[in-house]
């Protein structure tokens, strides 16, 4: 049983219908990043920023796990796997891996405008009137552009112990989530699936890393086929 270490990002998502910033020319949905992803954006025009996550929101309830992420989740059954995740979807948790850290917030979660530490589980839409237990509005509770990445530590401890890493649809270009392959033991095997991979600094130096030019859905199970 090996200690595997999944890295993935806005591509493995991507196949089961959720956009992506890559994939539209630096705009989601026709937003730009500044528009509804920073702390400036929830302060300027927070009406703006709620709606935006709540169509997201409804999006995400109507799409389903592909076939990468079904293919992690059985990989448990030989392996010891620790999933994190740049995506705030839930499609890794319904695919049924248990050991999912998110990165960047969970769309599926509110939190309280003045104690960050009250998040709640939230498949509906977020109003205006929806409060927290203190009386405060409640936000998506989703790390901006901007922000600090709370579970950074916390992933940058678990990849430390990975003897295989996967990185998969992810272009290696959104810091700091990009660095953490560079936590990766000097001797674990890398296995970097895209269809487009960038290799950054963290990933050009590495030794034992293995290109899989394919998207997600072929390229997870061709490599889980070869390192069983």
């Known amino acids: 049983m090996a200690r595997i270490i999944v890295l993935t990002g806005a591509g493995i998502s991507a196949e089961s219908g959720i956009k992506t910033f890559r994939d539209a020319g630096g705009l989601w949905e026709g937003h730009a ?16 920023v709620q709606r935006f996550y709540n ?32 995506n705030v979807d839930d499609l890794h948790e319904r695919a049924g891996s248990q050991n999912v850290i998110h990165l960047h917030g969970e769309l599926l979660k509110a939190r309280s405008t003045r104690n960050e ?3 709640y589980a939230w498949r509906k839409d977020i109003q205006a009137n929806d409060l927290c237990e203190l009386g ?12 600090l990445v709370p579970m950074l530590t916390s992933a940058i401890e678990k990849i430390q112990t990975a003897e295989i ?39 050009r130096n590495r030794k034992g890393l293995h290109v ?12 889980i086929e070869n390192i069983r």
């Open 165 to 203: 890493v996967f990185v998969i649809g992810s272009s290696m270009q959104v810091y700091p989530a990009a660095s953490l392959v560079a936590f990766a033991p000097s001797d674990a095997v890398i296995y970097y699936i895209d269809p487009k991979p960038q290799l950054n600094h963290e990933l």
């Open 55 to 86: 169509e997201r929101r409804r999006q995400l309830l109507q799409v389903a796990p592909n076939a990468a992420h079904m293919a992690l989740a059985n990989l448990q059954s030989a392996h010891d796997v620790i999933v994190i995740t740049q």
């Open 136 to 147: 405060s509005p409640l936000r998506p509770h989703i790390v901006w552009f901007g922000e």
């Open 117 to 119: 530490n009250l998040v």
């Open 33 to 48: 990043v500044e528009d509804v992803a920073t702390p400036e954006a929830w302060r300027r025009q927070p009406d703006v």
């Open 212 to 223: 899989i030019e394919m998207n997600a859905t072929e390229g997870v199970p061709y490599v």
